[in-house]
């Protein structure tokens, strides 16, 4: 983690060399019993963070994220490479932010945005529960990194999380928060309230057709009292 101390460690025989990256630059070197540091190369980004000791091993103090690199241990007598060190230093990680998505989000889809700034290292994930649902790394820095989803409305087990090999940082989703539930609870119902509403027309109708039918066969059989009938008809039409 940046500034935290991490010291390569080797044995050395004989003088020794410190070269950092691939382009051979010189940070320290021991010959004898003779140690010299070089900490004021590279714009002296190394300057005073160095420290040398008898065994060879190299301590490099209060880390920065532009100290990730290969460090390289060379024998100054015979030239040969001894040993590399592959080092990387991770920034804090920032907490992610959840946002809607107002150019693709509607009263029927919502579309969310998970952004992180200055991650040096790492990767950006949706997860539903414990399954990673879509995820994108990053392995130098960048000032913005985002992620789309497009979440089911009546889940509310999403989150977000960066991180990277030593850390991370989580985002649980508040759907109620991002996303216009209430609409889709009424787009949601409304197919079967219309099927509801469909339905009622249609027994009504059934029980008029038959109430009709039953009265008119009374009109034909009790020809001698069409009035009383007639009178039934209209108090039994008029309660439906």
Same mark, same amino acid.
């Given at each position: 983690?940046?500034?935290?101390?991490?010291?390569?460690?080797?044995?050395?025989?004989?003088?020794?060399?410190?070269?950092?990256?691939?382009?051979?630059?010189?940070?320290?070197k021991?010959?004898?019993?003779?140690?010299?540091?070089?900490?004021?190369?590279?714009?002296g980004?190394?300057?005073?963070?160095?420290?040398?000791?008898?065994? @060879?091993?190299?301590?490099?103090?209060n880390?920065?994220?532009?100290? /990730? @690199?290969?460090?390289?241990?060379i024998?100054?007598?015979? @030239?040969?490479?001894?040993?590399?060190?592959?080092? &990387?230093?991770?920034?804090?990680?920032?907490?992610?932010?959840?946002?809607?998505?107002?150019? &693709?989000? /509607?009263?029927?889809? %919502?579309?969310?945005?998970?952004?992180?700034?200055?991650?040096s290292?790492?990767?950006?994930?949706?997860?539903?529960?414990?399954?990673?649902?879509?995820?994108?790394? *990053?392995?130098?820095?960048?000032?913005?990194?985002?992620?789309?989803?497009?979440?089911e409305y009546?889940?509310?087990?999403?989150?977000? *999380?960066?991180n990277?090999?030593?850390?991370?940082?989580?985002?649980?989703?508040?759907?109620?928060?991002? %996303?216009?539930?209430?609409?889709?609870?009424?787009?949601?119902?409304?197919?079967?309230?219309?099927?509801?509403?469909v339905?009622?027309?249609?027994?009504?109708?059934?029980?008029?057709?038959?109430?009709?039918?039953?009265?008119?066969?009374?009109?034909?059989?009790?020809?001698?009292?069409?009035e009383?009938?007639?009178?039934?008809?209209?108090?039994?039409?008029?309660a439906?």
């Open positions: 983690m940046v500034g935290e101390s991490v010291t390569l460690k080797i044995q050395r025989d004989g003088d020794i060399e410190w070269k950092f990256e691939d382009r051979n630059i010189l940070i320290a021991i010959s004898r019993d003779e140690i010299t540091l070089y900490d004021k190369v590279l714009d980004s190394f300057k005073g963070r160095l420290k040398l000791d008898q065994t @060879g091993s190299l301590t490099i103090t880390t920065r994220t532009t100290d /990730s @690199g290969d460090f390289k241990t024998n100054t007598s015979t @030239g040969k490479l001894l040993k590399t060190f592959m080092l &990387t230093v991770y920034g804090p990680l920032p907490i992610p932010v959840i946002s809607t998505d107002p150019t &693709t989000s /509607s009263e029927s889809r %919502c579309v969310l945005l998970c952004s992180v700034v200055n991650v290292a790492g990767s950006l994930s949706w997860y539903k529960g414990n399954r990673v649902l879509s995820s994108t790394s *990053v392995s130098d820095i960048r000032s913005r990194i985002s992620l789309h989803l497009e979440v009546q889940n509310n087990t999403y989150s977000c *999380v960066v990277n090999p030593i850390s991370n940082q989580t985002t649980h989703l508040d759907i109620n928060t991002h %996303c216009n539930t209430r609409s889709a609870v009424i787009l949601l119902t409304l197919p079967v309230v219309v099927g509801m509403n339905g009622v027309a249609v027994v009504t109708a059934m029980v008029t057709v038959l109430v009709y039918k039953f009265i008119s066969r009374c009109l034909r059989r009790k020809k001698h009292a069409p009383e009938a007639k009178n039934a008809y209209s108090s039994l039409n008029y439906l």
